[in-house]
């Protein structure tokens, strides 16, 4: 017996674009990106309504002082005068020191590690390396206080004698300063830099590795000729992290930098963070205006964190135009 037109057309299948959407998506491919598709969309929705907050609670602020609250000094609640300058110094400064001190050792602990160091030992520091990113940062702020403000009192005749002819390295030095927060950010950004790196320094091909060796080059050259060159986007990544968590650090650079919103050309001098003084001063912030202050305090900080960011991108990509050329 013949069916009859309509089971005919209830059996034909969709053709064209229906046909392909109704394979995906019973495939699961359409489900799958509309969940990676919302994760993404969710993070950019997230930024942009943290920046929209901070730019509506600080409207009081930015209407009074407008453009000059970032370079101005004067910090004073009881006046309602506040300018963010020696905040966004003391930011820079110990950020740009816990980097010149953290990169080298990390990334030459990373070669180590992936490279050099026997598998046993490797395994056994890095374990160890991955421990010291677990801990809290008030922690590391504590022993800062307790450890690293002695060692540096005692070891500061020492520097002042090899480099007290520069700027600086003047001036009386009690022990918190913006040197001693930029020690503790760099012991803080190490495990950062050195796990990611050690990872993709182990990513890169062993064929790499044997064709280096196998031309006639010694295993360091090849690591640095080699090894290295082949991960630096790789490295570059773990650094931007470190940078991150370095401008965004607040305890262990409250408990150890002085607190003086001021500027000084000296690193022995004391100094303050925009974390730091947010951290301090936010609950008793009493006036609207200083409350405002504060709040714009923290949409400099994520600004700066986002042209420090985009700036050592820019300096990445045209370093390696150049290289390529």
């Known amino acids: 017996m013949a069916a009859s037109p309509t089971t005919a057309l209830a059996a034909r299948p969709p053709i064209g674009r229906a046909a392909a959407f109704w394979k995906r998506f019973r495939a699961g491919d359409e489900i799958a990106y509309l969940i990676t598709f919302i994760s993404a969309v969710s993070v950019v929705a997230i930024t942009a309504l943290l920046v929209f907050e ?11 002082f407008g453009w000059s609250f970032l370079f101005t000094s004067t910090w004073d609640p009881v006046a309602e005068q506040f300018g963010a300058l020696p905040f966004i110094y003391g930011t820079v400064v110990t950020s740009g020191l816990a980097l010149l001190i953290g990169i080298p050792l990390g990334v030459g602990a990373a070669i180590f590690l992936a490279e050099l160091a026997p598998a046993r030992i490797s395994s056994g520091l890095t374990f160890l390396i991955e421990l010291l990113a677990a801990v809290p940062s008030v922690i590391i702020g504590l022993l800062g206080m307790f450890v690293m403000v002695p060692a540096m009192r005692a070891a500061e005749p020492a520097v002042r004698a090899v480099l007290g002819w520069t700027p600086l390295f003047q001036g009386p030095f009690y022990g918190s300063s913006l040197l001693t927060a930029g020690i503790v950010l760099a012991i803080m950004i190490l495990p ?3 796990s990611i790196s050690r990872e ?57 930098i ?5 500027i000084h050309a000296s690193l022995f001098a004391p100094g303050y963070s925009i974390a730091a003084v947010i951290a301090n001063e936010f609950s008793e912030a009493t006036g609207d205006l200083y409350q405002g202050a504060l709040i714009e305090l923290g949409l400099v900080l994520f600004g700066l964190t986002i042209v420090i960011n985009a700036a050592a991108r820019i300096l990445v990509m045209t370093t390696s135009g150049k290289g390529a050329s």
């Open 258 to 262: 002085g607190n003086e919103p001021k």
């Open 54 to 64: 901070l730019y509506q609670k600080s409207a009081l602020s930015r209407a009074k």
């Open 200 to 256: 993709v320094i182990l990513a890169v091909p062993g064929d790499q590795r044997e064709a280096a060796l196998a031309l006639g080059a010694t295993r360091w050259e090849t690591t640095w000729d080699i090894v290295i060159p082949f991960a630096r986007k790789g490295i570059v990544g773990s650094i931007f992290l470190a940078l991150a968590r370095s401008l965004g650090e607040t305890m262990a650079v409250t408990m150890v």
């Open 192 to 194: 950062f830099i050195i």
